[in-house]
């Protein structure tokens, strides 16, 4: 017995050696591989392979038919046989900031990378991952912050006749703070589990960071297993109204009851959010709208309704709606339901309902919907003031016919504090008389203090081009009444601080009044004149601009490219800046805070206008800007 003991045991180390020796023997694969300019090398050991590839998010989507309808599914791209059987691939540009999934196919079978520990495992799949830092992808990291508990907890449902599970977030703190805090469900699509946004998503993760930077509330999140008894119809069918409605049912008579008794949350709907992905998207605007008594916050990403669900379960449609405190779409232009989400907007726009869209590049995939997920957690449960459409206030000003105005409803608490209000004065894309696709943009600028002044309506129809808009018109207007006694503007607005700006034919408009010296810079927003005309203005405009001038464009995806870039190269008489990031023609500015070019235009103003030293820094200190915005290819000329 003994011996057979001893053999068995001398069996068993020579496995666990031989195991050693295969797996770290003869050569030390490193897989991915990310070089300092962030492209990657993926590398793969299969001496007698025929084929090896490698699959992954950081490859442009395929369209793929499924028993689910048309789904995104990672592209796949072949590697190359190197000395000693080791296969590699590198990829041809660097990524994005971002956290990856891939696997590789080996003959056809589909395996994970021996050589790199770090896996996702979500329902029936196990990939690999792996993050690029320094933006986007910080939020996805493990870092040295506070980090919040997750837990699994069982509770039972009458409504579906089971005993089933959610997984349960609680912020750092929560086991001795002793407060209440505010619930946010998050519901995950049709093929995933209630773990799939914790494993998948990195709820916590992205949570955790955005917490200790100050960018969220502390809150409760609470996961769903958002699969119903019927299964998942699909969402333009009325039966997909059905199973809306019976999870509505489950989570309202059996998630929140469950949760409210056993966490202390505050419980009221101002303290209750729901958003989720694909599925669960449409679960949560179902649910929202049914029970905007109960939820005052909801967050739909790549999903949607269709009017015959709307019209047979909420009669009270816009009453409900426009009573919550946030209703949000947010979808990839590359998604396979941007249509529908599209086409859910324009219904709500006949209906009066007030909503916000953040329709960046991405496609129906997890890596936009952690995005998507970021975003929400920096919206919810501020002070409801903040989550209004207009923080500040719009109004159709009579004095300055076909144009908005927008100005802090704290007008004069804030003049007081920093002194009469800078303006900027915008044209339109298509030089349309329609300015709603730059309200977040906007709304920001007011938020720090300018008056915007923009051709057109911000709610309504698009009405038909006019590149005769002259936005000098504007200028008149707030010489007028910043000198005006009576006016409400008088001696609130700053005459001598005027910046002119537009996108795309907008852009031109702009060009085209640069040359009036009450106009102290100018923004030319995915726009550029090169050789073409366009609202008066052609090359010769540029030789009349007399102060800075910036150029953000969207990158060589952007239409306006070229333009930009011959009138960057032929404008010598005054500081010019051109700005690129890769978002091409349509910008940035309908998504939070107007993206990423929204943001760099008002560090433009902020420094031009107000001149702020902070907001100097990315245009003169190349460290700190490449450190904080990688993706942003940069040029100026004459900048002091």
Known sequence: MKRLSFLAVFMLISVITFAQQALWGSQNIISPEIHPD???????????????????????????????????VPGTVDLKEGKEGVWEYTTPEPLPSELYSYSFIVDGLKTTDPNNVYLNRDVASVTNIFIIKGGQGDLYSVNDVPHGTVARRWYESPTLGKTRRITVYTPAGYETSGKKYPVFYLVSGTTDSEESWYKTGRANTILDNLIARGQAEPMIVVMPYGYMNGGTPRPHTMEAGEMYNTFARELTECVIPYVEQNFRTIND??????????????????????????????????????????????????????????????????????????????????????????????????????????????????????????????????????????????????????????????????????????????VEMVKNGYVVISVGAVDGDITVSDMDDNLLDAVDWVCRQSSTSGSDFYQMIDRF??????????????????????????????AGMGNIEMAHANANSLKQYHKPVIYLIGGPKDIAYSNANIDFESINHVPVVSVNFPVGHAGTYKQPEGGVLGKVALMWLDWQLKGKKEASRFFLDAGWRKKNFPECDFKSKGLK
């Open 38 to 72: 962030n492209t990657v090398t993926f590398r793969f050991m299969a001496p007698k392979a025929i084929k090896v590839q490698v699959t992954g998010d950081f490859l442009p989507t395929q369209k793929m038919e499924t028993q689910f309808g048309l789904v995104d």
């Open 497 to 526: 601080k005027i910046a002119v700006g537009g996108h795309s034919c907008g852009g031109a408009q702009a060009i085209s009044v640069s040359y009036d010296p009450r106009v102290s810079t100018t923004m030319v927003l995915n």
């Open 269 to 442: 709907r101002d303290h209750r959010a729901i958003a989720g992905f694909s599925r669960g998207g449409g679960q949560s605007m179902f649910t929202a709208l049914k029970h905007s008594d109960r939820i005052g916050w909801m967050g739909s990403y790549s999903a949607y309704l269709t009017p015959q669900v709307m019209e047979k379960y909420f009669p009270n449609l816009k009453e409900k709606a426009n009573s919550l405190n946030m209703l949000w779409f947010c979808v990839g232009k590359d998604d396979i339901l941007y249509k529908e989400v599209i086409s859910n907007t324009k219904y709500f726009n006949e209906k009066g309902i007030h909503y916000e869209i953040d329709d960046r590049e991405g496609a129906h995939t997890w890596m936009h919907a952690r995005y998507c997920l970021a975003e929400t957690y920096k919206k919810l449960f501020k002070d409801k003031k903040e989550s209004e459409k207009y923080p500040g206030i719009m109004i159709d000003a009579s004095t300055l016919p076909g144009f908005s105005v927008f100005y802090p409803t704290n007008l004069k608490e804030m003049v007081a504090k920093q002194g009469r209000l800078p303006v900027y004065i915008h044209g339109n894309g298509a030089c349309t008389h329609y300015s709603g696709d730059y309200q977040p943009m906007f």
